[in-house]
């Protein structure tokens, strides 16, 4: 126990200090927000991955692989093909970002549709990010008080401590910070939970063979079902009009960059789905009968019972740096949005210091509010598709939209996303999701429906600023 805390509170330290040194970076807006649109391909490839490979990817699915088997990759196809069409226009997103001095979706929104379609979609990505925030910090909580448990932390001193630290080097430093944390946390987690504790665990099972033997055929067979092509659905409308990965084109050095990087990152959220699928197989060999509600533990408690302590004490490094590479993103969005698409927008303020310093009260005001999301909610998976089923009903077909087409208005824009929202929510809560169809898709289709007639009825109401 004590080398676990001892590497872990090293680790913790190393990010602080990764912090402090970019923090004389990060004093203009552009600076704070997109690292002064510098990362190069090499960092934006571990960015982009890192900020996917949270907790929801990690033990989420390593949890999920052990109930359901294979079946459990079923979301993250959704993921593959939004991260391989989005490195085809990442490269878009950084030309129109650069040309036009554009920061964000809302700020694309702001410049050429006006202050209200940017204020919506502002306010649902906000709630969003709370939401994918309060999600790593249920896995960081159920982490810190696995580990610490000898030691009576509770559940709920165990998420403190780690919004805590999130928190502090995030408002520091802002994306140079995040960006950079992202590389070191990236290589953490392909050597440790990609490579040792996969091979290791396959071992432990007796070799494929022996998993195959031991398991029931259904665990290699992939199942269709209606939850698990609604939970595909969302996730491709999430990632391929995410803001944390728009964000990170923004930050791109050049737009072969942005293309590179994300194309890059994709690959490596491939290996290490797969890796993790493994993972929760193998543990379901190994540790028989475990609960579903217990199973996204079964990782750490694999590494904690049968390797070797050094092994065990990486492992927990590396789930933190899985948590932290996806909170600190977030975290430093949701700064963002609050500061400069909502306050900055409504109230007209441009002055680059006190913008910084309202995102940096942002930054602890979200994490308050993620921490409270996350003292309502217990299953790593479920809370991460509930925070982002709104945005891909609401605003995923808006913001392709407006990054694509000459033809769509403000008004289409506005009635297309109140519609997609309003929408899923009577879906879900009213007709309690008819033939188990997601509210994301039904919600997107309504969104898309009504952005076409709506443009097409008012196309010559709205003049639209630019475009190419």
């Known amino acids: ?45 571990f960015t982009f991955a890192a900020t996917w490979i949270g907790a929801s990817a990690t033990l989420g699915k390593s949890g999920q692989a052990y109930n359901i088997g294979i079946s459990a990759i079923s979301p993250t196809l959704g993921t593959f093909v939004a991260f391989f069409i989005f490195s085809f226009f990442a490269g878009r ?91 070191l946390q990236g290589l953490i987690l392909l050597i440790v939970i990609g490579v040792v504790v996969p091979f290791g665990a396959l071992n432990m099972a007796g070799g494929w063979s022996e998993v195959r033997t031991q398991l029931d055929p259904s665990y290699f067979t992939l199942k269709p079902s209606a939850t698990m092509f609604g939970y595909t659905i969302t996730s491709f409308l999430y990632f391929v009009a995410g803001p944390p990965y728009w964000q990170r084109a923004f930050s791109a050095k050049s737009n072969k960059s942005a293309s590179r990087g994300a194309f890059g990152g994709n690959l490596l959220i491939i290996y290490y ?110 809370a991460m598709m509930l925070s982002m089923t709104q945005f891909a009903a609401g605003v995923a077909v808006p913001a392709l939209a407006a990054l694509f087409s000459k033809k769509v208005t403000r008004q289409g824009m506005n009635a ?20 188990g169809i997601s509210e994301s898709i039904a919600g997107s289709l309504v969104s898309l429906a009504v952005i076409v007639v709506v443009s097409a009825l008012t196309q010559k109401q709205t003049e639209v600023p630019f475009f190419e």
């Open 416 to 435: 297309a996303m109140l519609s997609g929202l309003v929408f899923s929510i009577f879906w879900s809560k009213v007709l309690h999701s008819p033939a």
């Open 273 to 382: 789905s797969f890796a993790v699928i493994l993972i929760g197989i193998c543990a379901a060999v190994v540790f028989p009968g475990v609960s579903s509600d217990e199973s996204e533990m079964l990782l750490l408690l694999m590494v904690e019972k049968r390797f070797p302590a050094v092994v065990y004490a990486i492992t927990v490094a590396a789930i933190v740096a899985v948590i932290m590479s996806t909170t600190d993103s977030y975290l430093i969005l949701s700064a963002q949005t609050v500061a400069t698409d909502i306050y900055g927008c409504l109230s007209g303020t441009k002055d680059s210091k006190k913008l910084i310093r309202i995102s940096r009260i942002s930054v602890i005001l979200v994490g308050a509010f993620a921490v409270l999301f996350a003292l309502s909610r217990t299953n790593i998976f479920e």
């Open 1 to 45: 126990m004590n080398l676990v805390l001892l590497i872990m509170g090293l680790y913790m330290i190393i990010m602080l200090i990764i912090g402090i040194f970019f923090s004389k970076r990060a004093r203009s807006t552009e600076g704070y927000y997109l690292s002064g649109r510098s990362l190069p391909t090499f960092v934006l490839v």
């Open 93 to 183: 997103i950084r030309r129109i970002g650069a040309k036009y001095d554009i920061s964000s979706i809302p700020d694309l929104f702001l410049k050429r549709f006006g202050k209200s379609t940017s204020v919506i979609a502002a306010i649902v990505i906000a709630w969003t990010l709370i939401g994918t925030t309060g999600t790593q910090l249920i896995a960081f909580s159920k982490v810190l008080k696995y580990i610490l448990n000898p030691y009576g932390i509770s559940y709920e001193q165990a998420l403190i401590i780690g919004m805590i630290v999130i928190v502090i080097y995030t408002v520091l430093s802002g994306m140079y910070g995040v960006a950079y944390t992202d590389v």
